[in-house]
């Protein structure tokens, strides 16, 4: 493994299910226990020692691509970016207020579901949709590593092998870092984030990290991964019965196969251990309505 200390999670869902499961605590030899035990202190100050060691610097920016958009009942300009981070190049969109930028701007970063990547049609769909008012504001949207971008008919393409909610998170702030030396920015700009499904785990990961973030509004992200719903969905994919959730299948080739297989013992080291550092509890099933949660969302973070 290239992660030293790899931050993970089984799924994403906006209700984690705790109905029993199997209460055996051994699988093919697999200590479910040891696996499933919440993260121990000296395991979280190794992690985040090691995002002390990233670097996320704005590094060789070009431009790879520049046309308009329609978004927020004006046309917008679109730039596609390449940036280098470690030694991967990954790609993001820069939308911008066609007439240009006054002062400060605001940024509001989109990190998208899924791990297919994003397109400008799916942004344009949800951000209409929540009629998030982006008067001078920079729209950072990253596509992550292993992942795309697509513009109508063109993908661009950003290397690397997947890293969901480790190495994505990387991607993210040094594109967000690229952003604002981009468009030379000065003073502090304010900083929002809006995610959905894994790139919610990824903006609460960037929030943690990165104390220039003001405010975030994640959908269906998630806040805690120890519980019984995580545990059962690693056990059906020892069963060899995976469920079909984004990032499973890179859970499933570098840590429960090689698991299973004796390549990581039961108790997996620190470095092989699925821990996550994100706000306590979980998120649970509402019935707050989603046009209730946009309103809030456009009165506190996004303007």
């Given at each position: 493994m290239h992660n030293k200390y790899i931050i993970m999670a089984l799924l994403f869902l906006l209700a984690c299910d705790n109905s029993p499961t199997n209460t055996d605590p051994l699988i093919d030899d697999v200590d479910l226990d040891s696996l499933f035990a919440a993260p121990s202190a000296s395991e979280i100050a190794q992690v985040t020692a090691d995002w002390q060691t990233r670097d996320i610097s704005a590094r060789n920016i070009k431009l790879l691509y520049s046309d308009s958009v329609f978004l927020d009942v004006e046309m917008k300009a679109l730039e596609v970016i390449s940036h280098q981070v470690d030694t991967s190049t990954h790609i993001g969109a820069l939308i911008t207020p066609i007439g240009g930028l006054n002062n400060t701007p605001d940024i509001l970063v989109y990190l998208h579901g899924g791990d297919d990547g994003t397109s400008m049609f799916e942004i344009s769909l949800v951000l209409n949709s929540m009629h998030i008012n982006l008067t001078?504001?920079?729209?950072?949207?990253?596509?992550?590593?292993?992942?795309?971008?697509?513009?109508?008919?063109?993908?661009?393409?950003?290397?690397?092998?997947?890293?969901?909610?480790?190495?994505?998170?990387?991607?993210?702030?040094?594109?967000?870092?690229?952003?604002?030396?981009?468009?030379?920015?000065?003073?502090?700009?304010?900083?929002?984030?809006?995610?959905?499904?894994?790139?919610?785990g990824v903006g609460l990961l960037m929030s943690i990290r990165d104390p220039r973030i003001a405010g975030m509004v994640e959908f269906f992200g998630p806040t805690y991964f120890f519980d019984g719903f995580n545990r059962e969905v690693a056990e059906e994919t020892f069963a060899g019965h995976p469920r079909d959730l984004p990032g499973l299948n890179y859970i499933n080739e570098h840590f429960l196969i090689p698991l299973q297989a004796g390549e990581l013992s039961g108790v997996i080291p620190v470095g092989k251990r699925f821990v996550i550092l994100l706000c306590e509890g979980r998120t649970k099933t509402t019935d707050v309505k989603f046009e209730q949660v946009v309103e809030v969302a456009r009165e506190q973070y996004l303007g």
């Open positions: 001078n504001t920079i729209l950072v949207v990253p596509s992550f590593r292993g992942e795309t971008f697509t513009f109508i008919d063109t993908t661009f393409s950003s290397s690397a092998e997947s890293s969901p909610w480790d190495r994505d998170v990387d991607d993210a702030l040094a594109l967000l870092n690229a952003a604002i030396e981009y468009h030379s920015i000065t003073g502090a700009p304010k900083i929002a984030l809006l995610g959905f499904s894994i790139g919610a």
